[in-house]
């Protein structure tokens, strides 16, 4: 394919094989090859069926389970029940079905980075066309400010730079030019590239088009992301085996009761189908899927406090099992700012504060605050940087927007600090020529007439400082020695390896007949200093990093930059020790070198990969995936979007980020705040957290109904409950508790433990013994209870099982606050919803008791007051017996977390 090759190949070769020339096209050449190229646009995303979409949102065994529920409700006359039911249904469907337009919306947002118009040479002229109406052969010319319209290989250029950080992860504007490069260069060193959506920043070119539309970089991105496919979430899975498994106990245990009741008992077939059906509507899980979606809903507005906007609600508790950050490097783990940080003399090193565009910081030597413009070198330094640019720096509402090359902005923005204003000094300079940065000098420059006719410079140390003899000194200009060079280089190193890029300072006097900058001129420099330059870590990251480490979640960076520069921001965050070189990062070219063992066995242990491209993270994140482990994705750029389309959860910076990786990703974190991530992950663990307590409570409430009905019938006739009396058990004790429940605090430090395995089940062999010990103790007692009036009076029998089994189930809402932590020790009140929830609960069911009209409806007997006390004290039997169960429990996890790195757990 030729736009893989071009880059290699001489502009010639390109040109005979386009049968282009550097005239350009006329516009019948342009309209005829059109014709076989198509528009140069993105791709139209499959046409979506609403119908469709919504069809698929009924593709759960929940959704299967609680149809066959709803059924059997209107078969057997429960209109009621079953309307509830398929309103749940369809409640959910929709729900689903409002959230599926994301990937379209993905390609529409990238359709948004092509310019409407390009300058073109169109029948031997200039012409402004269409940027759509570009075809591969055109000659389309670049100016800064410009959006590349195409992807086009560059003919000639003059000092001209990109910005490709949303393409390829570089931080630091591209210099481009137009010699041929060998074939196996990354993308990202494609110099003599540019690349649709880029923008120019600096300089001009003329290139020739070799891809429009689809067949771009930005299309391959675009067909890559509406292509990807995301498998279940961990969340759906673990929630569809826990309906299927309820399921199953529910029609089994609502069989087990019509043939016991019917067979054994010989019931009245009519009664004994209508109370299986009742019991079969009470146990299974239709209130599950709205309670999972309130417990989401709880999380993702606790989320969005924390300024993580959740696009995709299942994810969040599938940030409960990621055990894999992967986080690009630009606008992520740093501020995608270019800031002066260091400012280095022959004399001295001073530090400069203050991040970003915001034209305010310090300036320090050893520690303390200096004046600059008091120091003749600093303020020599400074004018140069005040100078020495073609950038603006201005505010637009509440952030600073930057106009030009970000490097050269970085100049603007140093001076600023010191007081500085461009206009300003230009004026009391009297500056009269400025020449752009040339990639023949490496330096771009001002000529001034005031006080002196000079010459000042920016330009690659390497020119600048190597060409320099004398350097100025606080006392005036002096030789510049051997050891003041060996000074330096060992300063510039240390920089460099901080991922820092120099440029250095100089000027020299010229004769006043000069009146204009010539390549001539630009030798024997009196050299002033070096600007440190770097794209900032956002602040706390390195913490944020070690918060995730000791939450048992492996950092990963994947960045488009140099693999030098990823070493020291591995190593400034902590994703590498200090002592670690160059061997400890991966490129791209390496990882597609390995076979598949080879690839396994260094991600084991690699944490740091460069020069990648989008396809390379999508490729690292599958292998990763395929490895076993859950994996969230951190960008911000266009060449992220794959990758946090493909990740398990996927997480974009909202304010810096591009609208292609918001739409692609999962979470959006408004804040640009990388410790926003861990509040998620937290969340997202104590969201799974409370789907168990929820779950585990309404596993508990309809075993417990089942043991005693099948309980009661093995010895009696009478069924211990009505089949009214079941539903309203159902409404008053798993409705509104367990939407509290959902809203549970958290109780425990969960971000000091390791990310759950993938395979863990929300029901957890740990919470066996509790659900057996609650399910048995209601069951027992209700039965008991049951049994010794059923002989005398089967309706007073009837009542007393019916009120008993509320109160337990209302009391047991207050032991699933935790399945470790005594109710004692969490406060009673920590959880107001609960507590209201409960009392609103307890006089219903004395309305049901001590109202005629309602005791006659559910055919219930009057209950004296004591018989009423007695009921509600043996039902706080149940807070008693737990109670004793978790101090047992919390004795033996201290005594096993004296030997375990982690405290074990169970449940909640």
Known sequence: MLLDEAHAKTIEAVLKELRATEKGLTNKEAEERRTRSGLNELPATKKIYPLLIFIRQFRSWFIYILFAASFISFFSSKIVDGSVILGIVFLNAFIGFVQENRAERTVQALSTLIEPKATALRNRETDVVPARDLVPGDIILLRSGDRVPADARIIHCREFKTQESSMTGESFPVEKHSRSLSLGSPLADRTNMVWMGTLVVSGSANALVVGTGSTTMLGGIAHTVSTAERGMTHFQSKTNQLALQLGIVSFVAASATFVIGYVFRGLPLMDVFVFSVASLVSTIPEGLPAILAIVLAIGAYRMAQQRAVVRHMPVIEDLAVTSIIMTDKTGTLTQNTMTARTLLTVERIIEVSGDGWQPKGLFYRDGAVIDPLHDLVLKKLLTIAALCNNASVHLEGDRYEVAGDPTEASFVVLAQKAGFAKDVVSAHHNAIDYMPFAQETRTQGVLVTR??????????????????????????????????????????????????????????????????????????????????????????????????????????????????????????????????????????????????????????????????????????????????????????????????????????????????????????????????????????????????????????????????????????????????????????????????????????????????????????????????????????????????????????????????????????????????????????????????????????????????????????????????????????????????????????????????????????
């Open 451 to 908: 006080p002196e006719r000079e010459i000042y410079v920016i330009g690659s140390e390497e020119v600048v400082l190597a060409g320099a003899k004398h350097y100025l000194s606080s006392g005036g200009k002096k030789l510049l020695e051997a050891p003041d060079r060996a000074r330096l280089h060992q300063e510039i190193e240390r920089l460099t390896k901080q991922a820092m890029r120099l440029v250095a300072c100089g000027y020299k006097r010229v004769p006043e007949k000069v009146t204009q900058i010539t390549p001539d001129l630009l030798h024997n420099f009196i050299f002033v200093g070096l600007i440190a330059i770097i794209d900032p870590l956002r602040p706390n990251v390195a913490a944020v990093v070690a918060e995730a480490q000791k939450a048992g979640i492996t950092v990963m960076m994947a960045t488009g930059d140099h693999a030098d520069t990823a070493l020291a921001i591995g190593k400034s965050v902590g994703l590498l020790r200090a002592s670690d070189g160059r061997e400890y990062v991966l490129t791209e070219q390496q990882l597609a070198s390995m076979e598949n063992a080879q690839l396994r066995e260094k991600l084991l242990t690699a944490r740091v990969f460069a020069r990648m491209t989008p396809d390379a993270k999508l490729q690292l994140i599958s292998q990763l995936q395929a490895m076993g482990n859950v994996v969230a994705m951190i960008g911000d750029g266009v060449n992220d979007a794959p990758a946090l389309k493909k990740a398990n959860v996927g997480i974009a910076m909202g304010t810096i980020g591009t609208d292609v990786a918001r739409e692609a990703a999962d979470i959006v974190l408004q804040d640009d705040n990388f410790q926003s991530l861990l509040k998620a992950i937290e969340q997202g663990r104590l969201i799974f957290a409370n789907i168990r307590l929820t779950s585990y409570y309404m596993i508990t409430t309809g075993l417990a109904e089942i043991m005693t009905i099948l309980a009661s019938m093995a010895f009696s006739d009478a069924l211990p409950f009505t089949a009214l009396q079941i539903l309203w058990i159902n409404f008053i004790t798993d409705g509104v508790p367990n939407v509290a429940l959902a809203a549970e605090p958290e109780h425990d430090d969960l971000m000091s433990e390791p990310p759950r395995r993938v395979q863990t089940s929300i029901l957890s062999r740990d919470a066996l013994p509790f659900i057996v010990i609650v399910v048995l103790i209601m069951a027992v007692a209700t039965t008991a209870t049951f049994k010794l009036f059923v002989g005398f009076d089967p309706r007073k029998a009837q009542t007393m099982a019916f009120t008993l089994m509320v109160f337990f189930q209302l009391f047991n809402a207050l032991n699933m606050r935790s399945l470790r932590h005594s109710i004692f020790s969490l406060g009673w009140f920590s959880n107001p919803l609960l507590t209201v929830s409960i009392v609103a609960s307890f006089f219903l069911q004395i309305g049901v008791i001590f109202i005629q009209p309602l005791r006659d409806v559910f055919g219930l007997s009057a209950l004296s007051i004591a018989e009423f006390s007695l009921l509600l004290l043996v039902s706080i039997i149940i807070i008693l017996a737990l109670e004793f169960y978790k101090r047992i429990v919390s004795s033996y996890e201290k005594k096993r977390s004296k030997a375990a790195p982690y405290p074990a757990r169970s449940g909640a």
